[in-house]
């Protein structure tokens, strides 16, 4: 099986940027759907970005409607890593941000139960 570590969370304030990294082993990212997901306390977890491949050479990626224009989903091949790159943080992105991935590559996933593998998540806390 694939083991991921996600890690760069912190606290941050409000309108900042933050980058969090989830780093493979034991599987090729860039042959997995690749999904960034959170929780806040209390709640379920929640959808946040995914990528997966899209024909042979290209890819796809699709946000949740409340982190869509702020936040980036990409992947490293060279160095099997998934990234999200968060910006104009808000006190609501506050929640532990969890890394997953999914073997079937080609296609697109939305939803917790659709991903095989999960990473320990890291704490992204946002101050006003």
């Known amino acids: 099986q694939v083991q991921l570590v996600e890690s760069g969370g912190g606290l941050m304030q409000a309108g900042a940027s933050l980058g969090l990294s989830c780093a493979a082993s034991g599987g090729f990212l860039s042959t997995y759907t690749v999904g960034w997901f959170r929780q806040a306390p209390g709640k379920d977890r929640e959808f946040v970005a995914a990528?997966?491949?899209?024909?042979?050479?290209?890819?796809?990626?699709d946000y949740a409607e409340s982190v869509k224009g702020r936040f980036t989903i990409s992947r490293d091949s060279a160095k099997n890593t998934a990234y999200l790159q968060m910006s104009s943080l808000q006190p609501d992105d506050t929640a532990v941000y969890y890394c997953?991935?999914?073997?079937?590559?080609?296609?697109?996933?939305?939803?917790?139960?659709?991903?095989?593998?999960w990473g320990q998540g890291t704490q992204v806390t946002v101050s006003s």
């Open positions: 990528i997966s491949r899209s024909g042979w050479s290209g890819y796809s990626t």
């Open positions: 997953a991935a999914d073997r079937h590559g080609w296609s697109m996933h939305l939803n917790v139960n659709e991903y095989d593998y």
